[in-house]
């Protein structure tokens, strides 16, 4: 009986215009910006009313956004998690309030039932490609990694690393010397790869550059580059998103590789609200697990074009 009920429920939300609130991050980077427009463009297309919410990063105003999406009583929530801890409670509540949650690009420690879906990568196996990377590259010789972590506590930078760690495991001639956050974004890479550089004899002793987005990567490649060296040469850059700005890096030969990552997160995301509210089924986690790599003779400057005008 509830289950027709709740069927009955949800198909008139599919009736009417549906209302979806998005708790997004924040603009930390160009693939974060993509996201977002995109998202709004999978809206309109749909006929959906968006309503958007910038948390600067900070999971208060995400948690403050969701709460104030369940008081407006939205058909839906949109949530990229900032970090992957502290989202029982707001989900409890709307869970409550029978507002069904689906998570962006990111993941939680909740428990799946506090959610109705996510989508995402196997940010796992990004880290993995990243890594393999470095293993070819390198061939065999010795090769100190200094690598830029996401930030910390999120889901991507936790298993960005766990990546990576993986694929180098086995070459002992690759080795993480220093590791350390820049919360995906291109001014604390630039800072903290600065602090690399001067703790290791000028940038000298470095052979590789590991960062989770390609953000930080383009920070840390103007750091390199006022310590007089050269990006993508001495010191080689790999990274993940597949932005327009890491193809410019590499067309210029100052950046070498990234795994890249679709931020048309939203799609997937409508499609599967969609079925929610037509039948009330909950729609498997909807994870892209294949991650292709780029790197600079895969015609950086057509990847760049081909890429400028999609919201970066
Ligand atoms: C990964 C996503 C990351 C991007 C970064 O799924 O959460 O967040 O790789 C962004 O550019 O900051």
Known sequence: FMTTVAALAFGTAAASAQTVGFAQIGSESGWRAAETTITRQQADERGI????????????????????????????????PVVATGWDS?????????????????????????????????????????????????DGKD?????????????????RKTGFE????????????????GDFTRAQGKEVMESFLQAENGGKDICALYAHNDDMAVGAIQAIKEAGLKPGEDILVVSIDAVPDIFQAMANGEANATVELTPNMAGPAF?????????????????????????ASDDPKGQYEARKGLGY
Do not use: M
Request: charged content about 25%; some cysteine.
């Open 143 to 159: 090769c100190r990694v200094v690598e830029l972590q996401g930030t910390t506590g999120s889901s991507p930078a936790i298993d």
């Open 166 to 181: 993986n694929a180098i495991k086995g070459h002992d001639n690759i080795e993480i010397i220093r590791s350390q956050t």
């Open 90 to 138: 707001v989900l409890e509540e709307a869970k409550d309030a029978e507002i069904p949650v689906v998570l962006l690009d990111r993941q939680v420690d909740s428990d799946d039932d506090l959610y109705l879906t996510a989508v995402g990568s196997d940010l796992v196996h990004e880290g993995e490609v990243a890594g393999q990377w470095l293993v070819d590259a390198v």
């Open 271 to 295: 499609d599967a609200l969609k079925t929610y509210w037509d039948s009330g089924e909950a729609p498997e986690k909807f994870i892209q697990t294949e991650s292709k790599l780029y790197t």
């Open 49 to 80: 009313d968006l309503k958007f919410s910038d948390a600067q990063q900070k999971q208060e105003n995400q948690i403050a956004a969701i709460r104030s999406f369940i008081a407006q009583g939205v058909d839906a929530i949109l949530l990229a």
